[in-house]
């Protein structure tokens, strides 16, 4: 493991098939720069839940110590990103009158108002993991995206409250201690996903992230600028590796390669009278399993568990009356978004438009590992560098070749909003 006088900040996404971990610095504009990673296959993590921190812990010092090997730095910091269905968000409100008012507001007090959103009853068994403002009113006038200085009597927030189980996120915090590396911050992986993927046109106008992942497929939904809800479905791409096992009497790991390799989302397109021999992918105990295998049938096995996942998506796009009124679509990122034909199933059968995303070119990921399940670990790092949360706990430490700045640092000055 590297040690010098070198440090970095690390983000971790724990995810159901995979630990991703980068290392990163800021640079004086406030943008992460990569200096190394780690990607490791996961372990204590099903359907994006912690199960088993002691086997998390492997996987996730692996990740974090191949990430400092590569990049020559000390992860000092970490900030983990979270999914799976635990997850959770709702809307609030806040408001505070600004004492001897009519006065200049501060910063502090549009902090303030934030918080007030998150004063909230929570449903047992959750705790808070975010607050992100929708919207800042300035007596009682919208729309007001950097209040700070204006003159008024009162203030208010209109906002999305993020919560996530409390034993998960303790999870997190024993982890992240056993690896004596100081947690700044933890989010979810949704809204890592959407900050890698999305454009600010898109998340204007309106727009669904699906980050299709082995075991859960999340979703944030964007209109206005802003964040209106998040949500997840407990099945991901590995469940249709285990349906094509089941149902072709394949071992899972051939499964595996058949959907990779042969897989499309729309069996109309394949000829059915293709077969597959199976005979020479690799089958770990069970070589002497599976050899012919119809690729027409192949498909249909995709085809009906995309269709019981989208089926799940659109239900929660609806709960916001917005299936079919986002006019950016549905953004499809995380390994399952690369299933051939999945955008044009989407069009044909939800009637909205889709399109397959990578983390955006300014993020800077280096060409390995510039893949859709990639996007939620790239976010993470533009997350954690716009948090204002993160800015009052986090104190990076500087790279002095890269003149690499703290998250705290990089945040004063900074307006409240997005
Ligand atoms: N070319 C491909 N076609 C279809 N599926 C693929 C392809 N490549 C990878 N996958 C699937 O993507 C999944 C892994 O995606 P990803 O790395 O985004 O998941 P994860 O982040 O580990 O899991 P989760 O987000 O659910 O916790 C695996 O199930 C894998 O089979
Ligand atoms: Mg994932």
Request: glycine fraction near 10%; hydrophobic fraction near 45%; charge should be negative.
């Amino acid at each position: 493991m590297a040690r010098n006088e070198d440090y970095g900040i690390v983000a971790v996404d724990i995810g159901t098939s995979k630990v991703a971990a980068l290392m990163f610095v800021a640079d004086d504009a406030g943008r992460p720069a990569v200096e190394g990673y780690g990607v490791v296959s996961s372990e204590g993590v099903k359907k994006g839940i912690i199960t088993d921190v002691e086997a998390a812990i492997g996987a996730i010092s692996a990740a974090v110590a191949k990430a400092e090997d590569t990049s020559g730095l000390v992860a000092r910091q970490a900030v983990v990103g979270i999914g799976g269905r635990h997850i959770s968000s709702m809307r609030s409100y806040g408001m505070i009158p600004l004492e001897k008012g009519p006065r200049r507001i501060t910063q502090d007090d549009v902090d303030r108002v934030v918080s007030y959103a998150g004063i909230l009853r929570l449903p047992e068994d959750s705790a808070l993991m975010g607050i992100i403002p929708r919207d800042i009113i300035v007596d009682g006038q919208k729309g007001m995206n950097r209040p700070v200085g204006m003159n008024a009597v009162r203030i208010e927030t209109d906002a999305v409250v993020i919560t996530a189980n409390t034993q998960q996120l303790e999870a997190c915090d024993t982890i992240m201690k056993s690896l004596r590396t100081e947690l700044a911050g933890k989010y979810a992986n949704s809204i890592c996903a959407a900050e890698a993927v999305l454009s600010p046109e898109e998340k204007e106008w309106g727009a669904a992230v699906v980050d299709m992942g082995a075991g859960t497929t999340d979703i944030s939904i964007y209109s206005d600028r802003s964040l209106i809800r998040l949500a997840s479905v407990p099945m991901g791409s590995a469940n249709i590796t285990n349906d094509i096992a089941k149902v072709l009497q394949v071992p899972v790991n051939q499964a595996e390669q058949l959907k990779v390799r042969f897989g499309t989302a729309r069996p109309a397109l394949v000829d059915k009278d293709e077969v597959i021999d199976a005979s020479t992918m690799a089958t770990g105990h069970d070589a002497s399993l599976g050899c012919a295998v119809s690729r027409s049938e192949l498909c249909r096995v995709i085809e009906a568990r995309i269709f019981e996942i989208l089926d799940r998506v659109a239900a929660e796009i609806d709960a916001e009356g917005l299936l079919g009124r986002l006019p950016s679509g549905i953004v499809l990122t995380g390994g399952g978004s690369l299933m051939p034909y999945l955008p044009e199933f989407i069009q044909e059968n939800l009637k909205v438009p889709a399109r397959v995303a990578r983390p955006s070119a300014d993020l800077g990921l280096p060409k390995q590992l510039d893949f859709p399940q990639m996007s939620a670990a790239a976010g993470l790092m533009r997350t954690c560098l716009m948090d204002r949360s993160t800015a009052g706990e986090a104190t990076a430490q500087k790279k002095e070749r890269h003149r690499g700045r703290g998250v705290k640092d990089l945040l004063k000055g900074l307006i409240d909003l997005n």
